[in-house]
């Protein structure tokens, strides 16, 4: 606490009710840019579970992971929206299943993008949460088994080769 203050950050605490306080946050006065921007207008709870899925930014790759000591794709893209009380299902197969299939064209941020990456070239193996959209370039933070927990681009030849199919959720 003593450290922070030292480094310039002040105390705010938030409070969702008058009656219930939750504990200080620190801000700076420095100027932060956001952690992702978009052309497209972007919902008020899509962009909550984008800050939350790209707080996650460096935790290494670990299958079945769900947490901040290791995470594998589909269990960031689980917990993100499960922290903002919106329960899909834990594999990328299987919220594939979920939402409303909509074409690349027409993502948004909020919007899941899947991938087949495995040997069976007919199940989906992979997902990813749109965090940016500038003309036909999506930014996307997923979990990678070389990178961890990443932003990348459907413009990167890998990425945009295994592209199967964009859903929204929200």
Partial sequence: KKEAQKRGYTPVTISRTPSKTIKPVYTSSKTVKPAYTSSKKTSTKARNIIDTAI???????????????????????????LKHDISLQRSSYLM??????IKRSHARPGDLLFFITG????????????????????????????????ISSIHENYW???????RNIL
């Fill in 55 to 81: 707080s996650y930014k460096g935790t290494r790759y670990k299958y079945g992971g769900t947490s901040r000591s290791g995470m594998d794709c589909s269990g960031l893209i689980y917990t993100a929206f």
């Fill in 160 to 166: 945009n080769k295994a592209f199967a199919e964009a």
């Fill in 119 to 150: 040997k069976d070239k007919s199940r989906i193996s992979h997902v990813g949460l749109v965090v940016d959209v500038e003309g036909d370039d999506i930014k996307f933070v997923h979990a990678s088994t070389s990178k961890g927990v990443t």
């Fill in 96 to 101: 594939a299943t979920q939402g409303k299939r």
